[in-house]
């Protein structure tokens, strides 16, 4: 890391100052949760308008002007309303547009039905219809349900028993795609890459391999599982409503996709597994030893820690030394740290091993026994790692955290500077932690103001910062503590008790449950996914707030404001015109060429916007181009070109864009844009040529 060329850089400042910040972050947490607010201030309007944008709207305006005057296209409506489809044309657009330039897609979409309504073209019933969805009311459930999962963390030992320890890159990639691709046919694509991101981390971390190899494979490969069944992605459940709204129904059940989507999806992960290893970025352990910057520290021997020669000490100064218990449930017993991954800890390293009151001199090397001490130095958001990533590995005040009652799901770690004028620097430290004990605050750790590290200190004394497990409101109301900063996403794990397993074994019986009742259409989906949500807030896995809360509103915003969208292009005949467009250019080349031009401009758009939008706009395209092809020799049903939409809506490989699974792994896996179109382009090509080829010689009934 660069110097700071002036000054005294956040984290040679005194605890103080560095803590500063968290009043903020403790009242929003402490504070009803609002959602997230996406303004756009009228004085910084003209700002937002840039270059690109502009051209874009002078392209539009060419266009419609050329289409007015010289190919007036057959919109197929009265000749009074033939502005209509020009608004919305152009519109439309545009707002594809500010999506791509990085505007959100649910602002846009429901400004855009929004102005639909308001010039005339639709009624607000159409506009605002995919508010009362049953697919997107299912899709929202969804996310509760994929909460659920993470709080009771049965997915996790699942996961690791099933990477294991492979024995190359190629292997691992194999086993995390293909366990992916399976499970995305039961859990929602999106909440289960959402939920994987962390874990495959973790797990890559542990065994040395690059999480941008992996990360993206796992993307693209709920993507494509997420095809296998109606309820793998949004786009699915969508399209289900839309075909039920068509003047020709059409009933797409629960496992029509499967017969198609299943050896695409084998061609999918054949081709991530062969060209990963050339065409995603291969940064690794291994790079960044040669690199100059970074060299191993001589004093630590085997536990191979990357050290910033330039800065050795500034991170030291934010970290706690903390006592780990290994518990007698712990599956990691029987493992080495290195086996586990401790030397490639991130911002934590292990200082030593101690087994019945004395130090192990093979830290790294020495497997795991029940009753083992493990002394560590972290930061307070690596501890809130570690005690999620690690089961059975908890704090050695494990008792006192017990002590504290149940409700573990609402407390949090609380980084907390003593004050000066703090009554408890009178007392022993017996008397300073039964004192903060019975206040419903445990101590896991002490840190001194100028960096010096102690365990177990003689005494608290102002100045020092404290790690603390309590309940928020608790800190709060304590006057011993002039600064008081929540540490995020440290709510202790809830795994261990009886009622811990009971709230899992719910979870996927129930989940289990409502797939079987809405396979054989015995109840709908989104009333079966609800009645779940409340049984899982009722036997207390989740609270309601906290359900509420894992709603993503983005989201489910856009999915329902695309239904407007969607009743313009068909209302005003700009669905029909483009029908025709991609009919006039595929029928040269036959039904196939059909079904190409059809999935070529499903996926342009998904990859540019959502792949819901996309899906909800092109199904009224494919049932107009369903009914002109009734008039010629080619015939193509009308269910096969839904599912090419649909399959193509899904394919959203060639950028970042139009998929949540691509936006979750962007940062995580460091990538930049080039290597989505470098590795997602290529399959982008491998699955159009292979949907149209099996959709070409096996059509639907």
């Not at 929003?28 to 009228?42: F, K, M, V, Y």
């Not at 011993?480 to 995020?488: K, M, R, T, Y």
């Not at 899982?536 to 309601?544: H, N």
Request: hydrophobic share 50%.
């Amino acid at each position: 890391r660069p110097k700071p060329k002036t000054g005294c850089s956040m984290e040679c400042a005194s605890p103080t100052i560095q803590l500063a910040g968290g009043w903020s972050r403790f009242a929003s947490d402490a504070a009803p949760a609002l959602p997230e607010q996406r303004l756009l201030p009228t004085a910084n309007l003209l700002k937002a308008m840039t270059s690109f944008r502009g051209i874009a709207l002078l392209f539009i305006l060419l266009a419609n002007v050329i289409c007015a005057n010289f190919c007036h296209p057959d919109f197929g409506i009265q000749q009074h309303d033939e502005w209509k489809p020009y608004l919305v044309a152009s519109c439309t657009l545009f707002g594809i547009v500010l999506i791509a330039d990085g505007l959100p897609a649910d602002a846009v979409l429901l400004g855009l039905s929004v102005l639909f309504v308001l010039s005339g073209v639709i009624t607000e019933r159409q506009a605002f219809a995919g508010f009362a969805s049953p697919g997107v009311a299912a899709y929202a459930a969804l996310f509760i349900l994929s909460e659920a999962f993470a709080e009771v963390k049965i997915l996790d030992s699942v996961v690791f028993r099933i990477l294991g320890h492979p024995a190359g890159l190629r292997m691992a990639q194999c086993r995390i795609t293909i366990p992916v691709a399976i499970a995305s046919a039961i859990f929602n694509n999106g909440p289960l890459v959402a939920m994987l991101v962390p874990v495959v981390q973790a797990w890559a971390q542990r065994h040395g391999h690059a999480s941008g190899q992996l990360l993206m494979p796992l993307a693209f490969a709920s993507t494509l599982g997420g095809t296998l069944t109606m309820i793998g992605s949004a786009a699915n459940l969508l399209a289900q409503d839309c075909a039920r709204e068509l003047p020709t129904p059409v009933e797409l059940s629960f496992f029509s996709l499967t017969p198609y989507s299943l050896p695409l999806s084998m061609v999918g992960i054949g081709y991530m597994l062969a060209a990963a290893r050339w065409l995603l970025p291969r940064l690794c352990q291994d790079s960044l030893d040669k690199d100059p910057k970074y060299q191993r520290s001589p004093i630590r021997g085997d536990q191979e820690l990357l050290l910033d020669i330039e800065e050795p000490f500034a991170a030291e100064l934010r970290h706690f030394q903390i006592l780990f218990v290994v518990r007698r449930r712990c599956p990691s017993i029987g493992s080495t740290l290195q086996e586990l991954g401790f030397s490639r800890l991130p911002d934590a390293r292990a200082l030593g091993l101690h087994r019945a009151g004395e130090v192990l001199q093979n830290t790294f090397h020495t497997p795991l026994a029940h009753g083992d001490v493990l002394k560590m130095t972290a930061s307070a958001a690596s501890i809130a790692r570690l005690r999620r990533s690690y089961d059975g590995l908890e704090p050695a005040v494990f008792r006192d955290l017990e002590g504290l009652g149940g409700r573990r799901r609402h407390r949090r770690l609380f980084e907390v500077v003593v004050a000066d004028s703090s009554l408890v620097q009178l007392q022993s430290l017996a008397e300073q932690k039964a004192k903060l004990f019975q206040k419903g605050c445990v101590i896991l750790a002490i840190r001194h103001d100028k960096g010096s590290l102690d365990v177990s200190p003689n005494r608290i004394v102002a100045g020092q910062i404290l790690l603390l497990e309590a309940f928020p409101g608790m800190a709060d109301r304590m006057a011993d503590f002039s600064v008081i900063a929540p540490v995020e996403a440290s709510k202790p794990p809830r795994q261990g008790k009886q009622q811990d397993r009971m709230r899992g074994m719910l979870c996927l019986m129930g989940f289990f449950t409502v797939i079987v009742l809405n396979g054989f259409s015995i109840l709908p989906l989104a009333t079966a996914v609800l009645f779940l949500d409340f049984l899982c807030c009722f036997a207390k896995v989740l609270g309601w707030r906290e359900a509420v809360q894992s709603v993503n509103g983005g989201v489910v915003m856009t999915i329902a404001a695309s239904f407007g969208i969607s009743a313009a292009l068909t209302q005003t005949g700009v669905a029909h015109a483009l029908a025709n467009a991609l009919l006039g250019l595929g029928l040269g080349f036959g039904p196939f060429g059909v079904l190409c031009m059809v999935y070529i401009g499903a996926a342009f758009l998904t990859n540019i916007i959502s792949n819901t939008a996309t899906c909800v706009m092109m199904i009224p395209v494919a049932a107009h181009i369903s009914e002109e092809l009734q008039e010629t020799m080619c015939q193509l049903s009308v269910k096969t070109l839904l599912v090419t939409v649909v399959l193509a809506s899904n394919a959203a490989f060639a950028t970042p864009l139009g998929s949540p699974c691509n936006i979750l792994v962007v940062d995580a896996g460091d990538y930049d844009f080039r290597d989505f179109l470098r590795f997602g382009g290529l399959l982008q090509i491998v699955m159009m040529l292979s949907t149209c080829s099996l959709l070409y010689a096996c059509p639907c009934a």
